[in-house]
């Protein structure tokens, strides 16, 4: 984005409620719906619940927009604290009398995003947490344990050896070193993690799938899911399948996903049915790229998507919890070895010097 001045101006990540807080309020708004009371009244009571919380200004302005408007997208997106897609999504279901069938799916795809954000967290923050432990360890070893025994070595009268002082600066020497790569790895986590809450957290989820293969292998299959539901959700609200493409493309987060979607949509408007389309692309496995075909045959292709988007949500589970089941013997090993090899530098000279005095 430019100024009139032709200067480059940064854009700023918008701040949406968290995909939990959207979750709850859609499963609300959906059952307000359903249940046959008036709009208003619904989402003055609903809001009210919210006053005394930290997104209480955010719902007393949806109540106030709903009472000049009457419309739920309009108060939507006047907070400006929904997500666009959502608010379009809520403008479709307004069109099409679908309302609270729009809401309820939007309830289920926003709670799969907050799970998996969770399941990212929980994977990121543990192996974190082992590293900063390791740190704790060595610096005890390397400034307390370390002094301790080179004055029990004077306090003993014996001379250290070239062999065993040097040892000794060998073990203190890799404690640092471990510390040394300790703090750098503690210091690209944090600087990825404030990178991810800004408008680069495109470019740096890409980057991270061109390093590490499981993270690519991850990133594929929450694209994949996410496309799933968001197709199932819009075909279900009775938006057309290839108007539906060009929406999902823009609220695709990974850029390799949303090039996918895009020839996708290009391959339909020359002529090609969905099916062969999506599996030309590969956003999908073979094995579900046959679901979408006689899904498609059957006219069902909502269903299977929806039903792909809960198969993707379990592999990603299962996939986080993989990657942390490898990750944490790893830093143990890890924690093992250094931690041996200090105490063994500290050990060996006073074994040394106990036998030469017996």
Known sequence: ???????????????????????????????????????????????????????????????????????????????????????????????TGKLDEVMASLSTYYAREEATRRSIQSAVFYPLCLIVMMAVVIVVLVWQVLPIFR????????????????????GMGLGMAVLIGVGVL??????????????KRVAVSAWLGKVFVPVRRMAERIAAGRFAANLGMMLKSGYPLQEAMGLIESVMDESDARAKVKRCGEKMLDGVAFPSAVADVRLFEELHNKMIQIGFMTGQTEHVMEKLAGIYQERNEQ?????????????????S????AILLSVMLPMISIISSIL
Request: glycine share 6%; with cysteine.
């Open 1 to 95: 984005m430019e100024n009139l001045q032709g200067t480059r101006i940064e854009e700023k990540k918008p701040h949406y409620l968290p995909a939990g807080e959207i979750s709850m309020f859609c499963e609300q708004v959906a059952l307000i719906l359903g249940s046959g009371v008036a709009l208003h009244d619904g989402i003055e009571a609903l809001c009210n619940n919210y006053k005394d919380t930290a997104f209480g200004p955010s719902f007393a302005a949806i109540n106030e927009a709903v009472k000049s408007t009457g419309s739920l997208h309009e108060a939507l997106r006047e907070t400006k604290a929904f997500p666009p897609y959502l608010v379009r999504m809520v403008y479709i279901g307004e069109q």
């Open 151 to 170: 004055q029990v070595y004077r306090s003993l009268g014996a001379e250290i050896s070239a062999s065993a002082s040097a040892l000794m600066n060998l």
């Open 186 to 199: 503690i210091l690209i986590a944090l600087v990825i993690a404030l990178l991810l809450r800004t408008s």
């Open 319 to 335: 996939d986080i919890s993989r990657l942390v089941a490898m990750i944490e013997p790893a830093l143990v090993i890890m924690l």
């Open 337 to 340: 070895v250094i931690i041996g």
